[in-house]
Antibody
Framework: EVQLVESGGGLVQPGGSLRLSCAAS????????MNWVRQAPGKGLEWVSY????????YYADSVKGRFTISRDNAKNSLYLQMNSLRAEDTAVYYC????????????????WGQGTLVTVSS | QSVLTQPPSASGTPGQRVTISCSGS????????VYWYQQLPGTAPKLLIY???QRPSGVPDRFSGSKSGTSASLAISGLRSEDEADYYC????????????FGGGTKLTVL
């Protein structure tokens, strides 16, 4: 069974840091690009970051560029999101999602998603 | 303000057919594939429609997607109580420094 399990969320003060992890199983992790998508409480979905299978291509949403760093360890079947200089507006459930796209025009094809991990930024 | 525009709410009675619209522009829906995600209360999003109108295995054929120009639609026929959820459209946008854009979501209520 294909599975993604996020961890590492919690309560952090503004300006603080947090590292999220996503453990993948049931598929060849090293063959797939991956994404982080977040959802603020009661709000819609917001794409956060993308990393290609070999880590050669990385993208960030403008809202997190320069503060967040996506990475992966294919040997450990794991995806990471290092979040620095956290702000109240970063409070959200963070999901990791496998990228199914085969080309640029197909991007947005996320399947499956993990169950999410909640990050709360508050003093 | 989402790049893709969806109605915030929709409703229908059991057995009815409902449609949810998703409006974009030439840089997203007009030139790229559209995806639909279903988010049941308290759960993670789930892929419902890919490549405009394709259903993943396991998704009932009551769900269908379509695209015309810079707009897309999700149709749900034979509405059931378990279809009550939030629905999101998504597409890649050529013009933004962002990557994938989502609609603001539509809350579907089964009356």
């Amino acid at each position: 069974e294909v599975q993604l399990v996020e961890s590492g969320g919690g309560l952090v003060q503004p300006g603080g840091s947090l590292r999220l992890s996503c453990a993948a199983s049931g598929f060849t992790f090293s063959s797939y690009s991956m994404n982080w998508v977040r959802q603020a409480p009661g709000k819609g979905l917001e794409w956060v970051s993308y990393i290609s299978s070999s880590s050669s291509t990385i993208y960030y949403a403008d809202s997190v560029k320069g503060r967040f760093t996506i990475s992966r360890d294919n040997a450990k079947n794991s995806l990471y999101l290092q979040m620095n200089s956290l702000r109240a507006e970063d409070t959200a459930v963070y999901y990791c999602a496998r990228d199914q796209s085969l080309g640029v025009s197909e991007r947005g094809w996320f399947d499956p998603w993990g169950q999410g991990t909640l990050v709360t930024v508050s003093s | 303000q989402s790049v893709l525009t969806q109605p915030p709410s929709a409703s229908g009675t059991p057995g009815q057919r409902v449609t949810i619209s998703c409006s974009g522009s030439s840089s997203n829906i007009g030139s790229n594939y559209v995806y639909w995600y279903q988010q049941l209360p308290g759960t993670a999003p789930k892929l419902l429609i890919y490549r405009n109108n394709q259903r993943p295995s396991g998704v009932p054929d009551r769900f269908s997607g379509s695209k015309s120009g810079t707009s897309a639609s999700l149709a749900i026929s034979g509405l059931r109580s378990e279809d009550e959820a939030d629905y999101y459209c998504a597409a890649w946008d050529d013009s933004l420094s962002g990557f994938v854009v989502f609609g603001g979501g539509t809350k579907l209520t089964v009356l």
